[in-house]
Every structure is written in C-alpha cells, then in structure tokens.
C-alpha cells in the first residue's frame, strides 16, 4: 500500500509548484523605485499598475528554493552512471572547467583585436594540431558549432568540391547502419539518400554498396564505429571504391572515443570528418554545453572548408583569417587560392569547448588518449557479455563491440518491451540507456558506459538491469506502471504529443484613450 501525503512530497523528494503558481502579484526579491509613466509605442497603451504581463512575483528566496529543487529532479553525468548509447556520457574532468575560467580566457570578446588576443588564437592552434595528428589528415575546419553542425560543413565542402569540378554528383550514399542526422544532413545539401543495407553481422553489404557506386555518386556518409556498436571491417575498401568511382568519404565521427588514439581516420581514406568535442574529449553537453564539432578535412577537400580559419605563418605568429583576406592569405603563405563555401557561424566557434578540449588531450597524453579508447571498448565489451544471457544481444556473436553494448527486447513477455525496461530503471535510480536506437534492431538498447565508469559502477547497473529484465520477462505487471518513485509517472508519451496541453491566458491590458 503506497501511503498518500498531505503536501503531495515524498520524504525530500519535493511535490514543486510551477513558478507561476507561486507567485503573488507586487511581490519582488528586490526593491526597485517604481517607474515613470511613459507614453507606449506599443499600440499607444500607458504603463501603469494595470498593465500586467503575466510575470510571477516572488521573494529571493523563493526563486533560489525553486530552481534549487528543480535541479534536484534532474539526473546528469554528476548523479551517476549516465548510460546512453552513442551519446558518450563521459565525467567531465574539473581540471578542464578551471583552465577554461581562467582570466584572460574566460573573460575573451570575440570583437576583440587579433593583436590581444594572440594567447587565445594560440591555444585554438594547438586544439587543432592534437586533432590534425589523432586524425592524421592535413587540415580542420574549428568553427562548426556542434556534431549535425560538423555534418553540415563536411558536406557543404563535399558540395563546393564537385561544383568545382562541375560534376552535378547529386546521390550519398548513406548505410543503414549510420546516424539518423546523416540522411537529413545530405538531403538539406541537396544530395539525394541511396540507403545500403546491413548484413546479418550489423556491417555494410559490400556486394549492395558495390552495385549502386555510379558516374552520380557524390559519397558516402559512413558512421565508424557504427550504430550497432562495431567497426566496419571493409572501411578501407569502401573508401577505395568510392574514391574510384569519383566520390568522397565522409565520416560520422561521433563515435571516435572508441577509437582515438588507436586509428587514424586518415589511414582509412576518409575525406571529411567530424569531431563531437563534448564526447571524446569530455566538454560537458547533454544541455551542459555548448557543443563544438570540428571538421578534418582531408588534401582533397581542405581547400574548401569554411571560413574563418586559424592559420600559423612562417614567423610563428597565429593568424584568424578573415573572408576578405582569404584568397590574398593563402596565396600568399602556401601558395594557393581558397575556394571555402562560406561561413558556419558568427564568429569562430565555442572557445570554451577548445579549451577544455586542450585541456583534456594535454592531461592524457597520447598514451593516456589511447588507453581512453581501449578503456571505454573494455567497458563495453564487460556490459555485453554481463547481459547477454539474460538480454537478447543481435550482434553478439559478431565479434567484440566498441564503444556501446546493443540488445534488444526480443524474449519479454507478452505485451511488455523496451519501453517498460528504461521506466524500470528510473525507480532504480538509473537514466535509461539510448531506447529504440539504431532501427535496424527491434526494439533496441544501447549502452555506453565509457572509460570513466569503474567495475563496481557497472556492477550495479548491470545488477539494475538484470532485474528489471527478468521482471519483463516474467510478466511482472508493475513494470507496466513503472515509475513509481519518481517525482513524475509514467507519461502517455502518444497523447502528449499529438495533443499537447497548452495553457496560455491572455494578459488584460487596459483600453487606449481615444
């Protein structure tokens, strides 16, 4: 029997108002003189007493209290093991907040004139010179905002690289096997997507691929490590294929942490590559961010990346260069033109990102960068074999995973699923992995538990797990109904998205004079 409190609160686990609930018209944290009236230039209304917004009064202390217990509702990488597939929920070392807080970083404008900020241009050269070996490719677009972002300037070169061949290339190829954001991300460059099917072992039909290579394939966007969890054994050959047939390979580098350190996508004749900062290199993300998504670039395309650029001329000075010095610039110190696309953002990207990026490649070393990926597939592989005998796991027997664990709600009982499994490890105290992700799986889970989670970590989540596992698949009818010890139950997620409760009410605002 679950005992029902007065207050709604369940020991500290507080039942919250909404701030509009909570306030009380002329309540203030602060005292303010009251304003003068003014003559609106908003339909001619007057302000004054009567004119209300809408906007809840409350004390200090009611705000801090308020926003303080809503934190307490949320769960991130400080409140445990945060085991979402593909997302690399890595601990985000302190070491790196307090380099990038430091004075004289944290404090930057990007208006500021080149010639103050030399130290700064300096630590985004050396980001860029770690990424350019880890990857062994010759050049890297800095400035894309985030990893679909990264996607987009991949492409965006791909594109101006075929236009300056005149080549109308209109068709990626995309597997099935890679990110949802790639198909999207080659359609909003105006490619048309040529799905290739998955063999039984989770990897790319090489006979499929084969077949549809032609004279208006533009490339291919080829995820690595993929979705499923494993490396593509045919990399090499399909980036050869490719390249014959006149394309370019692009990579989806959101899963580099399984393999930094380890192998250069270089070496595997990738032509554009994305770097998720805030996964393999431990900037904070998952609405922790901003993200930062990098973009290396091999020979073939590095004349094509975005613009501005960092560039270090001979006499060691760091460069940002400019749309309007480009071309001169670069002909002037290597010898050639520019043909860049444009611009990705604003200014020249997250400098917060570089630097505890910079931090982070520095504290580990590439010695300690490499151990990062064979730490985070060890991981991986122990969760796997841990769960494989009470979880339904497709690729098993395809050899070891990488980075994430996949298994999938196949053997639960009648009528219970995927779905039933994550609401059960919320009452466990635990964020669900990655659900329904890839589709090509049934019902699909994918874990990631990383390098930085230890083995008693994994032990208990995988005790978790196991649990609500053997729940589902005994028919335990509380799963259905699960949670039940979380400030919120379980949602109609169909109903809240197809008929969403919005309460909006209109403000009264007094008549005009005439």
């Given at each position: ?8 609160n369940?020991g500290l686990?507080?039942e ?10 002329g309540?203030?944290g602060?005292?303010l ?6 003559k ?8 004054d ?19 303080t217990r ?14 979402l597939?593909?997302c ?9 907040e ?21 130290g700064?241009?300096e630590l985004?050269d050396?980001c860029a ?10 050049a890297v ?22 236009d300056?061949?005149g080549?109308n ?13 790639n198909?999207?991300t080659?359609?909003?460059c105006g ?13 790319v039909?090489?006979?499929?691929f ?8 533009a490339g ?21 294929l490719?390249h014959?047939?006149?394309?370019y390979?692009?990579c ?5 942490n399984a ?10 004749g ?7 900062l805030?996964?393999?290199f431990?900037?904070?993300h998952?609405?922790g ?8 670039l091999s ?5 094509f ?5 960092t ?10 260069v ?31 990102m570089y ?10 070393g590439?010695d300690?960068l490499k151990?990062?990926?064979e730490d985070?597939?060890?991981n991986?592989n122990y ?8 979880l339904?796991?497709?690729?098993a027997?395809?050899g070891p995973?990488m980075h994430e664990a996949?298994f999938s709600?196949?053997?639960m ?15 466990e ?22 390098e ?5 970590a994994?032990?208990?989540?995988i ?9 589902a ?12 010890h979380?400030p ?5 997620e169909?109903q809240a998205?197809?008929k969403?409760?919005l309460?909006?009410?209109e403000?009264?605002l ?5």
């Open positions: 029997m679950t005992f029902q409190t007065h207050t709604g369940r686990v507080l919250e108002k909404l701030i509009f609930e909570q306030g009380e018209a309540r203030s602060v005292d003189p009251d304003p003068a009236p003014v609106s230039r908003l339909g001619g209304l007057a302000r007493e009567n004119s209300e917004i809408g906007l809840p009064g409350l004390s200090e202390p009611q705000v801090v209290r308020h926003f809503l934190s307490q509702k949320n769960f991130g990488i400080d409140s445990g093991f945060f085991p597939g593909s690399t929920m890595k601990h985000n070392p302190r070491l790196n307090k380099v990038a807080r430091l004075p004289g970083i944290a404090d930057l404008h990007p208006m500021q004139p080149e010639s103050t900020v030399q700064a241009l985004m050396q010179h770690w990424l350019l070996v880890l990857t062994g490719m010759p677009a800095m400035s894309p905002a985030s990893g679909a972002q990264g996607e987009l300037c991949g492409m965006m070169a791909i594109r101006a690289a075929l300056a061949r080549e290339r209109r068709r990626v190829l995309v597997p099935e096997s890679a990110h949802g954001t198909p999207a080659a359609a909003a490619f048309t997507v040529d799905s290739i099917p998955a063999t039984a072992d989770g990897r039909d090489l006979a499929a084969e077949a549809k290579l032609g004279d208006d394939v291919i966007m080829l995820t690595n490590p993929n979705t499923c969890g494993l490396f593509e054994r045919d990399v090499r050959k399909i980036a050869d490719v014959a047939a006149g394309g390979f692009y989806d580098g959101a899963n580099f393999i930094v350190g380890r192998v250069r996508p270089a070496d595997l990738v032509d554009a590559m994305h770097i998720n805030h996964k393999t431990s900037t904070p998952g609405g961010g901003p993200g930062s998504g990098p973009v290396v020979e073939a395309l590095a004349a990346g975005p613009l501005p650029y560039a270090r001329t001979k006499d060691g000075v760091v460069h940002l400019e749309e309007e010095q480009a071309d001169d610039f670069a002909e002037e110190h290597f010898g050639g033109k520019l043909q860049s696309f444009g611009r990705m953002t604003a200014f020249h990207g997250q400098m917060g630097t505890r990026a910079l931090a982070y490649m520095m504290s580990h590439a300690g151990q990062v990926a985070a597939v060890l991986a969760m796997l074999r841990s769960l494989e005998d009470v339904d796991a497709p690729f027997d395809s995973c996949l709600d196949k053997g009982a009648e009528g219970f699923s995927t779905l039933d499994i994550a609401k059960g490890l919320i009452d105290g635990y964020h669900p992995m990655t659900v329904y992700f890839p589709l090509v799986v049934h019902g699909a889970m994918l874990v990631e538990p990383t930085t989670e230890s083995k008693a994994m032990d208990e989540f005790g978790a797990l196991r649990s609500v596992a053997e729940r698949k005994a028919g335990d009818e509380a799963l259905k109904s699960a949670p039940h979380a919120r139950r379980r949602l109609d169909t998205a197809r969403p409760v309460v909006w009410k403000p009264e007094p008549v005009a004079a005439e």
